[in-house]
């Protein structure tokens, strides 16, 4: 059983440029988050998909971001117009009906 | 609002010892609640998870408590090793529809040599 992987593990871009990541879940597990973590805080909760349907999305989540798990396997979360800050680290999370949450190595974004 | 509380935020203990580190939260009607062990730069391990119904649980040296009527978890970590020098997390869960996860600062552990 693999665990939570995502791509790309780092990823340095410019202000203003579009970027891209991609979770791919626990295999069966049929709920899916995304949080992001700054330096030296817990990791905030960003928004949640059960199978493909995009149930709840947090008020962090500003109109430049959007995510998608489309057939209910991998999610992607992308931004765009890259600010500095939106450096941080994002997690991914997969979980089935036990309710623990398994992450994922994260994505850290460098916005320069 | 519904907060996590971690004290101390920093610990530095000797090799061997016994150590308790602290979670509190606001909102004592919690669904779970998940510690966490996270090494520097790295994604969460789950160390252990706790329901609403049960008042501990237990992994090899890790022992975990939950009072919810007084909003608080402990970790108790038995002699120590150099080895679970990291951050721990505490995250509750407050149900609904996402059981989305309300984290902690975290507590960072140094254990010396």
């Known amino acids: 059983d693999t665990g939570v992987s995502q791509d790309p593990r780092h990823k340095i871009t410019k202000r203003g440029q579009n970027v891209t990541f991609r979770c791919d879940p626990i295999?069966?597990?049929?709920?899916l988050y995304w949080y992001r973590q700054t330096l030296g805080q817990g990791p905030e909760f960003l928004t949640y998909?059960?199978?493909?349907?995009?149930?709840?999305k947090s008020r962090l989540l500003s109109d430049r971001f959007s995510a998608e798990r489309p057939k209910g396997s991998f999610s992607t979360l992308e931004i765009q117009r890259t600010e500095q800050g939106d450096s941080a680290m994002y997690l991914c999370?997969?979980?089935?009906?036990?309710?623990?949450?398994?992450f994922g190595p994260g994505t850290r974004l460098t916005v320069l | 609002k519904q907060e996590v509380t971690q004290i101390p935020a920093a610990l530095s203990v000797p090799e061997g010892e016994n150590l308790v580190l602290n979670c509190s939260f606001t909102d004592s009607a919690i669904y779970n609640l998940q510690w966490f062990r996270q090494d520097p730069g790295k994604g969460l391990t789950s160390l252990l998870l706790i329901q609403s119904s049960q008042r501990e649980q237990t992994s090899g040296r890790l022992n975990a408590s939950l009072d919810k009527s007084s909003g608080r978890s402990t970790l108790y970590i038995a002699a120590s090793q150099p080895g679970d020098s990291a951050t721990y997390l505490c995250?509750?869960?407050?149900?609904?529809?996402?059981?989305?996860?309300?984290f902690g600062t975290g507590t960072l552990l140094a254990v010396q040599p």
């Open positions: 995250a509750v869960v407050y149900g609904g529809a996402t059981n989305k996860l309300i």
């Open positions: 999370a997969s979980s089935s009906l036990s309710d623990e949450q398994f």
């Open positions: 998909f059960q199978n493909e349907a995009q149930l709840e």
């Open positions: 295999s069966e597990h049929n709920r």
